[in-house]
C-alpha cells in the first residue's frame, strides 16, 4: 500500500464529521496517540474539481499545506487551542460563504471519501506508512526523532502574554510587509487573535512597527527563538519571500538579541519545516519518486536554501519517514 486511499487512512479517523460543505477529521495515531485535526471542502461537482486543480500549480498547493501545518505549530506554542474553538480552517470560511449563497447538495459516499482523503493530505507529513504492518502511524512514532521546527515548539512553547501579544504582532507585520494583506491572511491573523486581545485584526495591522525596546523586553533566552522561528516559518509559505519580509525578520531578530549564528539555525528549521510537506508529496506512503524529489528540491532553493541544505533537510527526511 503506497497510496492515500480511505481504506487506508480509515484507522486512523477518530473523528470524521460532515458539515454543510466541509469534512472535518479528527487523525490519531494507534501507536503513540497523537493527534492532529484536518478539513476539506467537499467537491460537488467532478468536473470543478478538476477545473480548481487545473488553477493551481503543485507548488502552490504545497505552500498551502506548509501553511495550515505552521499555522497548527503557532497555535500550539501560543497555549491555547484556536483551531477547535473556531471549529474551522480557512478553506471553511470560504465554503461557509458559499453555503450561504446556495442550496446544499446531497453528500455521496464518494465525495465525503474523497474529501476525507483531501484533509489528510494536508497533514500527511505528520505519519508515515508503516510497511511492517501496513497502516498510517504517527512519524514520531516510528522510533524516529522530531523535527527541529517542532521540537522547538513543543520544547520551548510561548507561554507569557506579552511574548504571545508581541508573536501575534510580529505575524502582522510579516503579513502587512507588503503593504497589501490578503483576505486569506486576515483570516489568519483573526484565527491567532486570543480572547485576551480585543482588538480586531485592522486595528492590529495599524499598530506602529514593533519598536526595539519591545521586543528586548520579551522573555529572555529560548523564548525569543521560537519566536523568530514561528515569525520564519509564516513568512516562508508565502510562493515567494518579500524583500520587505526579509528586512523585518532581520530587525527581529536584531531586537530579540538572536545571534547571528543562531538566526540562521531557525531560519534553516523553518525553511526544513515548510520543505517538508513538499518532501511528504514526493514519498508518499514511503514510496522513493525521482522526479518528485527534484521537484522538491527545487522547492528548497525557491525558499532560499542552498543545494547543501536542501539535500541535507532530504535525507534527514527520509531518514525520519524510513525512505530509502
Known sequence: ???????????????EEVRGRGVYCTFRCPVSGFSINASATIEF???QQIADRAQKTIKRRMLSTARSAVTR??????GHNLLGQLGRDLTHTASMEITRKATQPAVSSAMREAAVVAAFEKVAGRFVWDKTHQRWIALNAGAETLSDFDRQVQTVPVTQAYDLGVLVRMLAEIANADRKVSAEEKALLTAFLPPTLEENV???????PLSGVELEETTAGLTRETLLMLAWG???TDEKLAAQEQTRLTDFAAGLRVAPAREAELKNYAQSYVLEHFFAEAYAGGKFDARRQQRALQAAVDLGMTETEA???DVRYRKRAGVI
Open 311 to 313: 539535500e541535507r533537510a
Open 73 to 78: 505549530s503557532i497555535t500550539k506554542a501560543l
Open 202 to 208: 485592522n486595528e492590529l495591522l495599524r499598530r506602529p
Open 45 to 47: 461537482s467532478a468536473g
Open 234 to 236: 509564516m513568512a516562508l
Open 1 to 15: 500500500m503506497t497510496e492515500m486511499t480511505y481504506h487506508a487512512i480509515k484507522p486512523l479517523l477518530a473523528r
